[in-house]
C-alpha cells in the first residue's frame, strides 16, 4: 500500500476513494490520532460487490479444492500468529482496549480461521437412498455466493474472523464493512489475505458510515448473503432491506444475559466471575453477564463484596500496565450508558458504586467507572435493555424455578451462566434457560467448534462451529438416473 489513505481493497487494488473523502481515527482513551482512512462512497461500494460478483461467477477460488481453501485459512492463522504483536496493538488503539485483551483476542481469531481451515473439506454432503439401484441421489452443499459482512466496534477483527473464515471456506466471495471508527485490523487482515495470493475480488474491503457503507450491502441485488453483528435497530433494518430480495439473513444482535448465583455456589469463584462477566472489555461484549440474579439468602453479603471489588476497578489505556480495564468507544457512546444509567436510578434502582466517568487522569478519554445497580425490578429499563457498558443490575430470587423465570423474562436470549455445586439444579436450569449459550461455573469462553448465537431478538442463524460454515452454504440435491428410459406418462399418438 504505497498511499497511506488508500484503504479500500477492491478487486485486489488498495484505492482511495472515489470522493478523496477521508476519516480521522483517534484513541478512545485519550484522544490520539491513530491514523486517516479512506471513507467510501456509493459508488466505491458498488464497485466492490461487482468486483465479488465477478470473482465468484469466475470461479477461480469457489473451485479450488476444499482442502485448499482450508490450507489457505491454516497459512491465514500463521501469519496472524506471527504478527499478533502488531495486529493487537492496531486494536488496542483503534477500540482503546488493553493491551492485553487485544493479545488474547488476536489467539482467538488465529484459533478461529485454524478451526475453518480443518473442517474446509468436511461437509462432503450425503448420499440419500431414492429406494431404486438405478438412481444415484446426492446432496452437496455449495457456496452461496456473494456475501456482505458487517461488523461492529467492540471486537473488530475477532468478529471480522467469523465471518470472513468460513465464507472463504465455503468458496464465496465477500465485501466486508467494519465498523467506521476501528478499521485498522481489518486493513491489516486483507493485506494478509492479499499477500497470500488470494485471487482478485474475493476478498473486497469498504470503510465508512453506514448508511453509504452498510447499507447496499444488506440491498443491492447482487449480494446472496448478509451477515451483520451490531445492535437490535441496525439489525431490523437490515432484516427489512435484505427481505426484498429474499437474502440469506444472519444476525447476531446482543443479549442481555443473566448470570445466575445459588447459594450454595462456590462463593469465591461465583464473585471473581461475577466481576469478569460484567466488567471484562468493559461490558462491551454482546454476552456480557450484566444481569446478575443472585439468591436472597447470600444477596446482602454477595452484592457488598461485589460493589467493594468493582470500586477497586482501575481504568486506564491500552499501555497502562496498571488498567484493568479500558475506555467505551466514544463520547455519543458513553453518553448512552451515562442516561441509562440515569434511567435506571429514576426508576428506582439504587446506584451502589460508579455512575461516573472516572477522575482528572481520565479526562481526555472516554471512560465510564464500573456500575453497580441494586434493588432492581423486572421493570426498570437498566434490566430490560442491553446497556452495553460496565453495568451490573442485580435482582434476586428464593426458589429454581423463580431463577429461571426472572431469567427468560427478556426479549433477548444470546447466553447466561448458572452458579451452583448441585449438578441436578445446574442441569435443569441450563435445559430451561433459552438462551443460545450456557456457561455453568464458568463466564465468557467460547470455542470455535461450538455454535454461537442467540434466542429471539438477539438474533437469526448461528455462527462458529459446523453451523458457521453452513451458514455460507446452500444445499443442492442432484438426482441421477444412471437407466434413463422412456417413462410413457404421455404416449405418441397412435
Known amino acids: 500500500m504505497t498511499d497511506p489513505t488508500a484503504t479500500l481493497f477492491i478487486d485486489g487494488q488498495w484505492v482511495p476513494s472515489s470522493s478523496g473523502e477521508t476519516r480521522e481515527i483517534t484513541c478512545p482513551a485519550d484522544g490520539a490520532a491513530v491514523g486517516t482512512v479512506s471513507e467510501a462512497t456509493a459508488e466505491d461500494v458498488e464497485r466492490a ?6 470473482a465468484f461467477e469466475g470461479r477461480a477460488w469457489a473451485d479450488r479444492p476444499a482442502a485448499e481453501r482450508g490450507d489457505f485459512l491454516l497459512s491465514v492463522a500463521d501469519v496472524l500468529r506471527a504478527r499478533k504483536a502488531e495486529f493487537a496493538r492496531a486494536e488496542a488503539l483503534d477500540t482503546g482496549k488493553r493491551l492485553v485483551e487485544a493479545e488474547g483476542d488476536m489467539d482467538d481469531i488465529a484459533a478461529c480461521f485454524r478451526y475453518f481451515g480443518k473442517i474446509a473439506d468436511q461437509h462432503p454432503g450425503r448420499l440419500v437412498d431414492a429406494g431404486d439401484a438405478s438412481v444415484i441421489s446426492r446432496v452437496v452443499h455449495e457456496p452461496v455466493g456473494v456475501c456482505g459482512l458487517i461488523t461492529p466496534w467492540n471486537f473488530p477483527l475477532l468478529q471480522a474472523a467469523w465471518k470472513v473464515a468460513p465464507a472463504l471456506a465455503a468458496g464465496d466471495a465477500f465485501v466486508l464493512k467494519p465498523a467506521e471508527l476501528t478499521p485498522h485490523t481489518a486493513i491489516l487482515l486483507m493485506e494478509v489475505l492479499d499477500g497470500l495470493e488470494l485471487p482478485a475480488g474475493v476478498a473486497n474491503l469498504v470503510l465508512g458510515a453506514g448508511a453509504v457503507a452498510g447499507a447496499p450491502l444488506s ?4 449480494i446472496d448473503l448478509v451477515s451483520f453483528t451490531g445492535g437490535l435497530a441496525t439489525g431490523r433494518r437490515i432484516a427489512e432491506a435484505a427481505a426484498r430480495d429474499i437474502k440469506t439473513v444472519a444476525l447476531e444482535l446482543g443479549g442481555k444475559n443473566p448470570n445466575i448465583v445459588f447459594a450454595d455456589a462456590d462463593y469465591e469463584a461465583a464473585l471473581d466471575n461475577a466481576l469478569n462477566a460484567g466488567f471484562l472489555d468493559s461490558g462491551l461484549v454482546c454476552s456480557a453477564g450484566t444481569r446478575l440474579i ?11 463484596d461485589l460493589v467493594a471489588r468493582a470500586g477497586d476497578i482501575v481504568m486506564g489505556g ?16 458513553r453518553e448512552k450508558v451515562t442516561d441509562y444509567v440515569r434511567r435506571g436510578i ?25 456500575t453497580v445497580l441494586d434493588r432492581c425490578t423486572a421493570e ?3 434490566v430490560i435493555e442491553e446497556g452495553f457498558g460496565p453495568v451490573i443490575t442485580v435482582e434476586t430470587f428464593s426458589t429454581e424455578a423463580e431463577a429461571i423465570a426472572i431469567a427468560n423474562d427478556t426479549e433477548y436470549g444470546l447466553a447466561g451462566a448458572v452458579w451452583t455445586s448441585d449438578a441436578g439444579v445446574a442441569n435443569r436450569v441450563s435445559r ?9 461455573n464458568d463466564y465468557h469462553p467460547y470455542l470455535p467448534q461450538a455454535e454461537w448465537g442467540g434466542f429471539g431478538k438477539s438474533g437469526i442463524g448461528r455462527e462458529l ?18 437407466e434413463p428410459a422412456v417413462s410413457g406418462w404421455f404416449p405418441r399418438p397412435a
Open 346 to 370: 429514576e426508576a428506582g434502582a439504587r446506584l451502589r458504586t460508579g455512575g461516573n466517568h472516572g477522575g482528572p487522569e481520565h479526562a481526555d478519554g472516554y471512560f465510564y467507572a464500573p
Open 380 to 382: 426498570n429499563p437498566a
Open 294 to 304: 443472585v439468591q436472597d439468602t447470600i444477596a446482602e453479603r454477595f452484592v457488598d
Open 465 to 482: 462451529g459446523p453451523s458457521g460454515l453452513e451458514e455460507y452454504t446452500v444445499p443442492k440435491h442432484i438426482y441421477e438416473n444412471t
Open 219 to 222: 440491498s443491492h441485488p447482487e
Open 49 to 54: 460487490i461487482l468486483a465479488a460478483r465477478r
Open 318 to 333: 491500552p499501555f497502562d500496565e496498571a488498567a484493568q480495564t479500558g475506555p467505551l468507544i466514544s463520547a455519543e457512546h
Open 432 to 440: 430451561r434457560l433459552r438462551h443460545g449459550t450456557i456457561w455453568i
